[in-house]
């Protein structure tokens, strides 16, 4: 070969096949000719049908498997890609709901910012497939790691997050509930990723090229284990609260129309309330249903601020004295200044409004407008909220009765620390006060199953009350009772056992989830060496046209 002459070198690790022998093709080639992208559609389709309404939650960690063999070790622009595809058929029909009222533009915005995430995770499992190549067993837990640390991205970023779709929130029937009680939300999804990062692993093991036998440790091991997790789970301790019992009224009193304009119908909506309490009233007092020791209405019962109209003052007045009950009400209170509050309020039978607490966690694009121009672009349904709501800063820690309720208003039961503040403040009850209406029964299902979870994790009695449904209560078990039917008024009375007990979730609190966000960006950080020793090392290797003979 004449000098100067470049002589071109094949990838590192890629050694030329033998003369007259057809290269063989490992899991990696195998998916990569069109099967790659069916997989990241089929991990969508499986993850969405694991979430209620639909509930199949063993398909969450098969939904996992799916895109860790679609993006696995592939370059970090095509696993964003496969990653964004996942994205957008998990995203785009599990929150339909978000777009009956206001049109499909939000929706779909929305959707697309919670599929980046996942196009981000899919880069991030194609740049770390080098590194766990060489550990193979290390590859499920960098699946479970990679997996909580985009969620806990996503719970936070931006506007304070979507948490909306989390794994764990797939899990309130499974097994692996139960790992909520000692890492909460984020060890719940690490079990169902690890599970699915498992079953990936077998699936590689039966394809792996050269191997007389697709059985032994490379399949049945690791499907075995993850087996084994999800039903070990179940052995998590879940003792009942030890507390004194008491019992709770909720009182669903229904909207006259669903959608956006429930706020025009507010007195109806308050009227409803009350007249449901009033009729409890008469139950008690004929003897025919048991005296409730606290009331509970839901978020926007009051959307007529009772502080400053007497009026509703009068009538939430009444029905307080006729049930001779504590009422925990959802109110609307004006200002301050042009500003609203979301608030609880508990109304004493026999003075009036007590204690209070403001939501903490306003919606923003539905409480209140963030970039207000820029979204009127987007849709001129961002004028319906025409004074922007502002929250609170306090937990919702409240008195109510013979009970101390923790009390989140609406969406803020998806986040882990404004529901853990209100245990650690000394919350016996879980009280989540919701407002459907301008929703669906599959958004309220969905809201409830994150409920169960929150039950679970910190060893509590809880309830969900809706003005529409569902509304139902919550055993430390995660077990539902008297679940309401939507778009319908209804009042249910239960007796439930007050808690004091800390779980070893509460007492972590984020702990468990900055541990596993660390090892994803140490498993981050061995990729990106490595990938730079494999760069020096090829750049040293690669022939020069000095002394090519």
Not at 93 to 115: C, E, K, M, N, R
Not at 480 to 491: I, L, Q
Request: glycine fraction near 12%; aromatic fraction near 6%; hydrophobic fraction near 50%.
């Amino acid at each position: 070969m004449a000098s100067g002459t470049p002589v071109a070198s094949a990838p590192a690790g890629d050694a030329p096949p033998a003369a007259g022998r057809r290269p063989r093709r490992g899991p990696r080639r195998w998916l990569s000719r069109g099967l790659a992208p069916l997989l990241a559609a089929g991990a969508g389709v499986a993850l969405l049908l694991a979430f209620p309404p639909y509930g199949l939650w063993p398909l969450a960690p098969v939904g996992v498997a799916l895109f860790d063999l679609a993006v696995t070790g592939r370059r970090a622009r095509t696993g964003a890609g496969l990653g964004a595809l996942t994205g957008a058929v998990f995203f785009v029909p599990l929150l339909a709901w978000t777009g009956l009222h206001v049109g499909p533009l939000p929706w779909l915005l929305l959707s697309g910012l919670q599929a980046v995430y996942l196009a981000l995770l899919g880069a991030a499992a194609a740049v770390t497939g080098p590194v766990v190549a060489r550990w193979r067993w290390a590859a499920p837990l960098v699946t479970g790691v990679l997996w909580t640390a985009q969620e806990a991205l996503r719970d936070r970023t931006p506007f304070g997050g979507f948490p909306w779709g989390r794994l764990a929130f797939s899990q309130a029937d499974s097994p692996l509930l139960g790992l909520a009680r000692l890492g909460g939300a984020p060890l719940v999804t690490f079990g169902v990723a690890l599970a699915g990062g498992l079953l990936a692993a077998a699936v590689r093991g039966a394809l792996r090229p050269g191997r007389r036998r697709a059985t032994g440790t490379a399949v049945i091991l690791p499907a075995v284990i993850a087996v084994a997790l999800t039903a070990g789970a179940a052995a998590v301790p879940t003792p009942p609260p030890a507390g004194r019992t008491v019992t709770v009224a909720v009182v669903q009193g229904n909207v006259p129309r669903l959608g956006l304009d429930f706020n025009a119908q507010r007195r109806a909506v308050l009227d409803n309330h009350v007249e449901a309490t009033l009729a409890l009233a008469r139950q008690v007092a004929a003897g025919r249903t048991e005296h409730p020791d606290l009331v509970v209405w839901p978020e926007n019962a009051s959307d007529i601020d009772p502080l400053v109209n007497a009026d509703a003052y009068a009538r939430i007045q009444a029905a307080a004295a006729a049930i001779r009950a504590p009422i925990l009400l959802g109110a609307l209170l004006e200002g301050p200044g042009e500003h609203y509050r979301n608030t609880a309020l508990v109304w004493q039978p026999d003075r009036g409004p007590s204690e209070m607490y403001v939501k903490r966690h306003p919606v923003p694009f539905a409480e209140y407008i963030p970039l207000r121009s820029i979204a009127r672009r987007v849709s001129d349904k961002v004028d319906l909220v025409s004074s922007d709501f502002v929250g609170g800063n306090q937990p919702g820690v409240l008195r109510v009765g013979p009970a101390t309720v923790g009390d989140v208003i609406c969406f803020e039961v998806a986040y882990d620390g404004l529901v853990r503040d209100t245990v650690t403040g000394g919350g016996q009850l879980l009280a989540v006060q919701t407002n459907n209406a301008t929703f669906d029964p599959t958004e309220a299902g969905q809201q409830l199953a994150m409920v169960r979870l929150r039950a679970v994790e910190h060893g509590r009695s809880a309830l969900m009350v809706s003005t529409v449904g569902i509304s139902g209560y919550v055993d430390a078990h995660g077990r539902v009772t008297g679940a309401t039917s939507f778009n319908t008024r209804a009042v249910d009375v239960r007796e439930l056992r007050l808690g004091t007990a800390r779980t070893l979730a509460t007492r972590l609190g984020a702990g468990p989830e900055y541990a596993l966000v660390g090892a994803a960006l140490l498993a981050l950080l061995l990729a990106a060496v490595r990938r730079g020793r494999g760069r020096r090392r090829h750049r040293r290797a690669a022939p020069t046209s000095e002394g090519v003979a």
